[in-house]
């Protein structure tokens, strides 16, 4: 139980176009959905929060216009790097924390690794 | 502002050579300590979750411990397979459920 995926697991692509990846909930409700960037050797860094029907929460330094997260069920968000640049170059995880009992704990999906040339 | 620092940042282990990874950390009201496995290319899958000073729990040659400063990660008779990058992570008792991770300890055991 808990299984998370995320889609696509990798993607190249050319400077200044955008870039969408989701996060799917496969046998549990999500009542809030994490987006993390990873660089090479480095720890989990929170970008934003999101709940199923809300705006999404921003950390402090994280562009709101640039990574556009959509929540639009139970089971599935979206984060969209909307005119990636060769910066935006890393590995982005989603977590997601089911409904009710033990909501505390976030369950991580697999990664997407994102080239942007 | 949460602080988690894990150490060492890296181990090397001998097959069957017991060790023990420790993180250290300070939160403002503790809703929850966890750990994570991750490998290379991978996201990071769930191992524990601490709750309250004096809380042990295991699985097959892991057992994480918890004090009120810091946690440890103890590794029994390592295998091969247990190679992988272990995460240890805090969350406040606030609403936002939020977690704040540390470097992480690069686990290598030699056959």
Not at chain 1, 65 to 75: G, M, V, W, Y
Not at chain 2, 55 to 74: C, G, I, P
Request: aromatic share 10%.
């Amino acid at each position: 139980g808990a299984v998370v995926s995320q889609h696509p697991s990798w993607v190249i692509c050319k400077s200044g176009t955008s870039v969408k990846i989701e996060c799917r909930s496969l046998d549990f409700q999500a009542t809030t959905m994490f987006w993390y960037r990873q660089f090479p050797k480095q720890s989990l860094m929170l970008m934003a929060t999101s709940n199923e029907g809300s705006k999404a929460t921003y950390e402090q330094g994280v562009e709101k216009d640039k990574f556009l997260i959509n929540h639009a069920s139970l089971t599935l968000s979206t984060l969209t790097v909307t005119s990636a640049h060769p910066e935006d170059s890393s590995f982005y995880i989603c977590s997601a924390t089911p409904r009710g009992r033990g909501r505390e704990t976030q369950y991580f999906g697999p990664g997407t690794r994102l080239l942007v040339l | 502002e949460d602080q988690v620092t894990q150490s060492p940042e890296a181990l090397r282990l001998q097959e069957g050579e017991s060790s023990s990874l420790n993180c250290s950390y300070t939160v403002s009201g503790l809703r929850g300590l966890f750990w994570y496995r991750q490998d290379p290319g991978k996201g990071p899958e769930f191992l524990f979750t601490l709750y309250s000073a004096g809380e042990e729990k295991e699985k097959e040659r892991l057992k994480a411990t918890l004090t009120k400063k810091e946690s440890f990660l103890h590794i029994t008779a390592p295998k091969p397979e247990d190679s992988a990058t272990y995460l240890c992570a805090v969350q406040a008792d606030s609403n936002d459920y939020k977690l704040s991770f540390g470097a992480g300890t690069t686990v290598t055991v030699r056959a």
